[in-house]
């Protein structure tokens, strides 16, 4: 099922997520849900908080970025099959080079800006079986995760963009909040005061 985004100004997005335990009720179909809606929105990944849920999990799929010609062979082969699902994650340590990249998010839909983050992590997390996972992961791979994690953090791409560049985006965002922007996915809007 095609789960409407919280968009931009939604408190949830703002909450620290919580962990949950195997017996979360009707995990699988939320992971599920998570996917197809993502998949439904042309998203690389999506969080918990973006449905509406302040809980510790997001999902992953980098093939999308296979394709690009800005990437060596390498990456591109590796992020065609990275397609992965992060419940409970904690970053352990972020490494390497600082490097910006153009980001997006499907809660503030037509809002793109450079992010500068390190181009590798190593993470620990729990996997769809709540199999106890860790690797590091580099590059566009660990840019995804490391946007996603934001979110479980109550952060968004936006709180990492300079003072100046948040006051010329003020606008747009606010017009996000109101419902003041076209999309071609479902979306909720915050209940207006």
């Known amino acids: 099922m095609i789960l409407p985004i919280f968009a931009y100004g939604d408190p949830v997005l703002r909450k620290k997520g919580e962990s949950i335990m195997e017996d979360y009720p ?3 179909e939320l992971i599920v849900n998570m996917h197809e809606t993502m998949y439904h929105a042309n998203g690389v990944g999506l969080a918990a908080p973006q449905i509406g849920k302040a809980i510790r999990l997001f999902i992953v799929d980098g093939s999308p970025f296979s394709e690009s010609d800005e990437l060596d062979v390498a990456e591109r082969e590796f992020l065609k ?3 992965k699902v992060f419940i409970n994650p904690r970053i352990i340590e972020e490494l390497g080079r600082e490097w910006a990249f153009n980001e997006g998010c499907l809660s503030i839909p ?4 450079d992010v500068v983050r390190k ?3 190593s993470i620990e997390y729990l996997d769809e079986n709540f199999k106890p996972q860790q690797e590091t992961v580099g590059g566009l791979a660990a840019r995804i995760i490391q946007h ?3 979110h479980i953090e109550g952060i968004l791409f936006t709180d990492r963009l300079s003072a100046l560049k948040r006051r010329l985006l003020k ?3 606010e017009n996000i909040s109101k ?3 076209e999309v071609d996915y479902k979306m909720k809007f915050p209940k207006l005061k």
Do not use: F, M, S
Request: proline share 0%; net charge neutral; charged share 35%.
């Open 81 to 83: 099959t990275y397609k």
């Open 26 to 28: 009707a995990l699988k």
């Open 179 to 181: 419902g003041l922007v």
């Open 110 to 113: 037509n809002i793109n800006e």
């Open 148 to 150: 996603e994690y934001d």
């Open 171 to 173: 606008k747009k965002l």
């Open 119 to 121: 181009d590798t992590l």
